[in-house]
């Protein structure tokens, strides 16, 4: 986002708390105020990425998208769902450190429906742990209902949830994934994440501690307690091989291009 | 926190969630192993200051400290309870999104169980908004309990609650408040968060938005709903007249110092 | 099941609820005592198929491998969490009558919590519901904590979870979609269902009322309050064109044997 | 009831999960439609009757009243309150598997709104499980209040509850009881319900397996933990003895015709 | 109670709010230690009776017989479960303020539990209010779970949960209503709580503003929202005419004596 | 309050639970309709004083105030929050039986929302357990959007919330601690306490009991499990040293005529 000259640098954020409450105000009542909430874990990522992986990756999409299509960002859901052993390994792994379902409806809920008692038309939310989806559609389903949605004359709120993988093209998938994707369920830790982090945050990736296993091999059923060893030992369900950092900016730019024009479009928000 | 030779510079973060999860696993096992939880707010703080300012304080704080002693800080509670007018302006304001005392004592709890259930030795809440003490208590007591605190005959995990205002000295309030210190009710958004804001964040302060007013005079009441013409126009109780970095880094520096000591000394921490 | 002599009919039921209380304990103490819960939903599935269609599916799906296997079949959940647009059309529509969050994880935890109590070994959890999954893992992740599991020394009981849908093979859906599988996300109302309840129970099914028409496009995000344009007028994702009894008996025969054989390997049962 | 010709059979039922959405839809707009809602349990009966006595008992009746009464009947709640010692015997006994009172009240509040929220007129919960009376009405009363009862000025939903042995009348009582009914207390696997269950499911009673003692002398207190030896070994509170398919019927008639006609003129139901 | 010498006379209360703590610790810790919790509403009672009646006789009741049997009484439960029109009246009426299900297990469940983490023995919940028995007896199954009741090799805590009024004799009731005894479902305002009240609380009766009306005609079923004009315009199911001073002695003592008997028998309480 | 000659005793309480229905309905809709609740608890205050101090204290205060300024005052919340140990000494003290916040939340909310919707127009909580106060706090405000404050045309109901202590004067501090007040926060069970419960209840007072010993010393924050040494052993956070009747007297009196006048101006009402 270019400086506007004469506002001042805080007030031109797309990180809502890093507004101050009056800028909030005035761009609050605006025809498109629209409040970007994303959503992660605190989970483990095996010995090469960080515990909140999650976050980092959907509040940076959401920056980006934020930037493109006039949105702001709130503060993210840094703790998730319970991590479960097809998708994250399982939430018995050290590292992980999760909400039950009814902490999860219960903040998200609050969040959203604080939102939109203040009159902001739109929020997206955006989801970056597989887990987490169901709850927090039933957190807008709630928030909606508290926000009295449905009745009265004036203008109906709006709530997208979406899972920010949703947007990857079979395109990108070809090139990050040159042998062939192996499917989303063990992309936990894997070259989609990596190549995401060395993108975005290099700094917090130790490459050199990665380790190459094959696949995880997973049941059609979930079982608990999980039986441990099915979870490689690294907690990832597949290995990073061959991440690397023009992954990440392939899969960063595609996703954050498609899944702005998407919103935009959808919720009419101008250019 | 100086760099380590030989050890990725992400593990030697204060920031659990920059931590991998094989490092972590080693790290949570330790004999001292402590985690501090900030907890914050999503709350108008006025013209001049942004609306996460309560987290970033306590972060911020909580980093401090836990550099200082050897503790890793978890991801903040970005979001708190409802603000009331007697400490934060009430929660009618724009730019205040809460949670209600069943989300916020969820997720805390929540999360303290969960680190607690693996195998954390001590936990410190740094609170910075006055208004989640008592539900951040509750959530301590019933994460304790969900741990099993007080069964069993290992070492017993400690949790420890405090905001960290009340490390302030009567030498650095004389220091930071010339004029006699005003008290800690009408202290929202006034001289002593801009001018730790000024040291910390100084590009997220807008001192030239700021408004001179008497302070706000309150009642010994809560009274619900707001009168809201009790609350100054800024949404600050008191004027921030007269904050400067200098104040802030005065009162950063003891505040860490004194809560660092009194923390370190309360559970055992080595040196 | 075949009849065996000298045993009243009612007590060689695979239905637990037409089981006398003392048989019932008899069963349960075994060392295989494994019950079935099947998971639906009151759901509208367009003018063919009728309301009870996701619990009618799970639940003689269940009867079929508890034959199989020596397992007993708890009574179904017959409400489900509320319909989706993505999923089943969308929860405003006529005929969907549904559970929040809290109520189905509530239900299903008290019935799986129950069962483990009496000192039942193995509770395989079998969904016919898609938007039922993750509240039914919640349910059984707290059941299994109500039950002391992973405390003491006994035999530890084991909770599977999955949806039947996931046993059908890429064989099966060459037959039954012989010009190309549209995608599980718009099988509702569609030719796995109504085939399967032509071959189940084709009383309750009027092809005579099917309405064909082309499947829905649905986008990449779940929209509240949603747009009720985007799920067709018939309620059907996709239309149930080609639908026969013959490819009902297929996926039947084909999941009942897949899925009993999987549960049986995992869980240890005899023969 | 009589098939209709022109209508197809299933769009004929009593019972509504086996109606297809849009003869639903058509048909709840009406300005009568009237939704009959069976509670039961799954509770031990001691060793000549089924652990789903309650709900099947319910059920039927409610079938039976549908179809004099035009109602159609909603999918039973087939799990229900603890079993109390002194009406059932006691939550601890094999067999038994209750949902506790959250989970309860959820599960119909949930049900009971949903119907109501779909212009439902009129909603009558049709008790089968003693235990279950007081969370149903608090479950109606929220439901109730869900759906904005006594707000607005359209017609407004109705819900009545009633456990169906309040329309045993004296005279019944007499025959069935040609000794004297020793009252409703101890009717748990007795004459009553086991002489309904010879008439309705003949098929699921093993007689033979019934055992003849003293009816229980229980204290006029609940006691938890039960005292266990209180309950008779069988489980049932009095024996079965005398119980016969003929009391079966006789019950089964009077109580279906005082039911339907004490509903139909609460409700104005057209004749 | 009889003042002992030397003991201070607060001390010697059967009222657990009057004692010290250390009186209290010496106490509870014998082997006979029983508290009685009694339960009462806050509900209209006519013209003529107060407010507080049902609590007011149920405390009464367990101070007269924690002074028999030894026992001390805890403050009571002054709000209970909301008024049912056929035992009450109804919970619209003016005057009647109540709690939800949920509000009552909560509080009883958390008081029980206390007490009985306490060490308390024997806790004996005395029901002064029809509508709360259920939900006390929920609370009373959740804290006796809370306090872990069936584990662990100590003594194990009891409690007993009763309505004074399944007490009363068949001979009283024959003296209290020499003209037939109406039946407990209209016993609300009317003879016995009259005569009671009368006998205790003299004081608190305005006998020159009842009303004589026939007893309430009411349904075997529950309808809400209610038809108000089914409860009599001054809110008693039954008018107290011939209520008197000397019913009440006799109800009081007959009951206490009998209800000492019962609960010192059960719980081997010392002569 | 002086007797009305022609208004029967009871009717003219300050006590709502000693009304009557129909002078209760008559009261209620009266233009100024003001009730006063107390909220107290049930905890150790040391050898000296009764473990239902705090509602002791807070319901003679509010009959005080009720009687200056008409209102009328509802049945006391009896049990509070848990005891912490900075301000009570801590809720592992035997004769100390709490609440956790769902519960304490859950009845305040239902009994303020019961007043509410019977058109009483203000509300004042008269809180007299320091633990107590936030929670009564979110009590309030869930009330009052449950009594749909804020919508519609008519007179809006108004909640007040206050603790009884930020009533007492610097004058008045001065007598009653000739040598220095020692601070809010070791107010339990010293001289302010003491005091008012021998001015108000000296039978329960047991001066001869009390224990002289220094005040507390406890750190700044809240630990948990708490460490039991940190309380005195009498459970007294201070000394009741020099506590007399006529301290009481004076705290008594200074302290209800401010909250009396402080209340009357605040909600407008006569005299």
Redesign the interface.
Known sequence: MTSIPGI????QST???????????DW?VGEHSTVLLPAGA?E?????????TD??LSTAIAEAVGSRIGAKV???L??G??S?QKSGGG?H???????????L???A???MA??LA?GIRNLVVLNGHY?N???L??A???A?ADAG??HGHGP?P?????SYW??VTEGTLATVYPDGFPGWGIEHGGVLETSLMLHLRP????L??AVSHPPAAL???????VVASRTPDT?CLSAPDGSDERKGALLFEQVTAELSG??AT?LGLPG
Chains 1, 2, 3, 4, 5, 6 share one sequence.
Do not use: N
């Open positions: 001042p640098a805080a007030a990180r809502l708390a890093h507004l101050d409450a009056h800028t909030y105000r609050a605190f483990q990522h095996g010995p090469h990425l960080p515990l909140g976050a980092i709130a503060e993210p840094s703790y769902y319970k479960q939430d792994l050290p590292g992980t450190v999760s909400l039950d379902a009814a902490a409806i219960g903040q809920r609050c969040i604080g939102f203040q887990e989806y169901q709850f559609y039933e807008a389903d709630l909606l949605a449905g109906q709006t709530v997208l949830l979406l949703d947007y700094e917090l990736v130790a050199d501690r049941p059609r059923f979930d079982r608990l307690p907690g998407d919103v959808e």
